[in-house]
């Protein structure tokens, strides 16, 4: 046995003796000296650091409402109770996390909103992890005064007005907003009974929308929803967008118009299904895809059992390679594909104001199954 592979069975750490040699020498350390305490007991650099020195917060406290006023980390400790005229708390200062921590924020029949921001303007408000239900004369959560306002994992149910509101450029994440807005007081507009409503510059991913009176899913230009689910808004639209807005890979279906876009806007890979709640009360209702403005791109989209499968009311849009089937007969007709005007490319041809415009002959052009 030689030396080297003698000394390195004495060393317990199992360090080559010359490595060893040199990394002492030049002051490496190793795993075990982490451990170490660099001071004494009764030093500062000696002691541990409590939760509350490592991620300062603090305790949201009965009786609600309560009042933020600090900028500053909050947290719940248990679910807890609004009351009539009332909101449940009320962030009135910039840059808040709010954790509510797996527990509820529960309204009554005449309270307010669930969370209200009201400081004009504010941003950076981040709300996550816990329910916000029964409010019933206000939203879930308002802060539609704020910007940069993060919500992710909330769950907002029965709220009388909206669920979760934002301003401009809010990003939202695997959020679920059910039965909200029947509330006869949340009227107005913007529309106070929209599921989600968020302003410009907005992204929504995994989202959920179902059986809200309003819009599922509302935004303003320059936005993204991806990823969602928007349905049973049988009086509204599922998913609503205006301006360089992109909707992807998001199931709608049963609201009275499924997907709305305004101009320039990308409508991609798309489940839209069984949209338009009354057939007869007009001869386009209910498109699974309204295109209200101009140079849109509508594309691989799967569309089918809607009232109308696609209506195009702008100009210079491109619509291929969408799979359109079974839209409901109207009179005589089977409107899958509905063009108000003129100039809009069909696959890549021209086409004028027309319906039932689907062709199989050319692999950029729609597609209609039977």
Known sequence: MSKETEGNM???????????IL???AG???ADDYWIPKGGPNEEAGKMKTMEQVEPRTIVTNPLPYYITNSGSFYLTQSMNGSDGNYGIIIATNEVKLDLNGFSLNGTTGSLDGIKVTLIPSDNISIRNGVIRNWGDGFGVNATSASDVVMQDLKAFRNGWGGLYAGQNALLERCSVYGCGSSTNAIGYPPKNDAIQVGSFSTIIDCKARGNTGTGIHSYGHSRV??????????ATGINLEDYCTVKDCTVSQNKIGISVGNKSRVSENTVGDNGNNPWAGNYNGPGI??????NVI???????????????GLGNLIMNNYISKSRSI??????????????FIGGAMSTNTYDEVTNSNPWM?????
């Open 226 to 235: 991806i990823g969602c689910t928007a349905v049973l808004s049988t009086g």
């Open 299 to 313: 594309e691989r989209n799967i569309i089918s059992y809607n009232n109308t499968g696609i209506k195009v009311s």
């Open 290 to 295: 309204f295109i209200t403005g101009d140079n």
């Open 331 to 344: 009179g005589s007709w089977n409107p899958d594909l509905y063009i108000v005007n003129s100039n809009n």
């Open 23 to 25: 990394c002492i020498s």
């Open 10 to 20: 004495q060393n317990p750490g199992r360090i080559p003796i010359i490595t060893l």
């Open 366 to 370: 729609n597609f209609k199954l039977p």
């Open 28 to 30: 490496c350390l190793f």
